[in-house]
């Protein structure tokens, strides 16, 4: 590392007509290579017109300069944001990542911040160009999206902060696009699902139920063993997902979990159960033995059993969606939140949807239950009982 010493730089002015305030002096940078080198930088201080005296720019420059001569200033890296990414932050992290998220970061990496922040220096980059890259991407795309690329830039740089590229986060404070849209989400009621099993055969209509009754991540729901089922103490084992073909543990550490089986449930994997089945055997599987295609499921088979019966078109998600719905009509939320394996009971509430008829039905449950107890029903009702029963003259 270049020997620190006192310095207390080169102020000049520069310029005719707007004659501004310069300062040259030598600075400590981090090269690609983690090595320590001083380069000359010249930066302007301020207008003459607001500093018109030579002392008054020279206590801006001590100020500019205290960090360095004070022996705690920390070296600003050369690299650029594509070098930073490219170099360091995917061939160390991408493999501590499960594939779907690395195939996820991997793209949101290419399509969107390499283009924009790829030329810039990494410690230039401000929180005043995050901002205006959010407000860029929220023009043209939806807001879920725009959350992902600002979150996934804010771990790339508080990972150069752990590793002592950068000393603050531009990422930190800036705000995302008001989200205007309704929940992308939605949920099927009973006779829904009624309708879309009708419409298909074995085994997917049986995938279409166990994903309804039970709330399993598809990657959860493709990756269910034989052995992971009990039917002697009636319970079902989550241990393992499934994502382009290869097998991780869930998603969290909430997701290992154990969800009871009703006389329905186990119904439906008796009938799946072949006669010879291994546990080790994938319950749903193709031919070859390979784990199925969540993707090629929904397109071949669910989507056009869903148009057939005049239905949304429905994913996988939609159907955990319609899982916590139907668990929280009748159930407490903790207990949807343990079946779904979330962690936090926030996101179980926010699974959850009103379906047609509940607001009806609870506006009668709270006149016949609460209001209007001892009020006949409409056809018995004679004038003025509503307003007595209310206290009304």
């Known amino acids: 590392m270049a020997r620190r010493r006192y310095q207390r730089g080169c102020l000049f002015l520069r310029g005719r007509k707007r004659k501004v305030w310069v300062l040259r002096f030598r600075e400590d940078v981090m090269l690609p290579d983690g090595q320590i080198a001083r380069v000359n930088r010249s930066e302007v201080i301020g207008l003459l017109a607001d500093l018109p005296t030579r002392r008054m720019a020279q206590r801006l420059v001590e100020s500019r300069l205290r960090a360095i001569n004070l022996g705690i200033y920390r070296p600003k890296t050369t690299l650029t944001f594509r070098e930073f990414v490219e170099t360091q932050w995917q061939p160390n992290l991408f493999p501590t990542f499960k594939r779907s998220t690395a195939k996820g970061y991997a793209h949101v990496l290419r399509k969107h911040l390499i283009p924009y922040f790829g030329g810039q220096n990494l410690a230039e980059i401000s929180r005043q160009m995050v901002q205006g890259f959010v407000a860029q991407l929220g023009q043209r795309l939806a807001p879920k999206t725009v959350s992902l690329a600002k979150n996934l830039l804010s771990k790339v740089f508080s990972t150069a902060i752990e590793w002592d590229y950068l ?21 099927l009621t009973p006779e829904q699902i009624r309708q879309l099993v009708a ?39 989550v241990r393992e997902s499934v994502y382009d073909g290869q097998f991780n543990a869930p998603k969290t550490r909430s997701s290992v979990r154990t969800i009871p089986m009703g006389e329905a449930l186990e119904g439906i994997l008796l009938r799946l159960r072949p006669e010879n089945a291994a546990t080790s055997d994938l319950v749903f599987t193709s031919q070859s033995g390979t784990p199925l295609r969540p993707e090629n499921v929904l397109k071949r088979h669910i989507h056009p059993a869903c148009e057939r019966a005049g239905l949304p078109k429905v994913g996988w998600h939609d159907l955990r969606h319609t899982s916590a719905t139907l668990l929280h009509a009748s159930e407490p939320l903790r207990v949807a939140q343990r079946i779904l394996g979330h962690s936090d009971l926030q996101t179980t509430l926010g699974y959850t949807h009103v379906l047609p008829g509940w607001q009806r039905e609870a506006m009668s449950r709270l006149e016949d239950r609460i209001l209007f107890l001892n009020v006949p029903k409409l056809e018995e009702k004679r004038p003025g009982q509503i307003g007595q029963a209310l206290g009304n003259p």
């Open 167 to 187: 000393e603050n986060n531009p990422a930190t404070g800036v705000r995302l696009p008001t989200i205007i849209t309704q929940n992308e989400h939605i949920a």
């Open 199 to 237: 419409e298909l055969s074995e085994p997917y209509k049986s995938m279409v139920l166990i994903a309804a009754l039970t709330g399993l991540r598809r990657g959860e729901l493709f990756a269910l063993r034989w052995g992971a089922v009990d039917f002697e103490r009636k319970l079902i084992a």
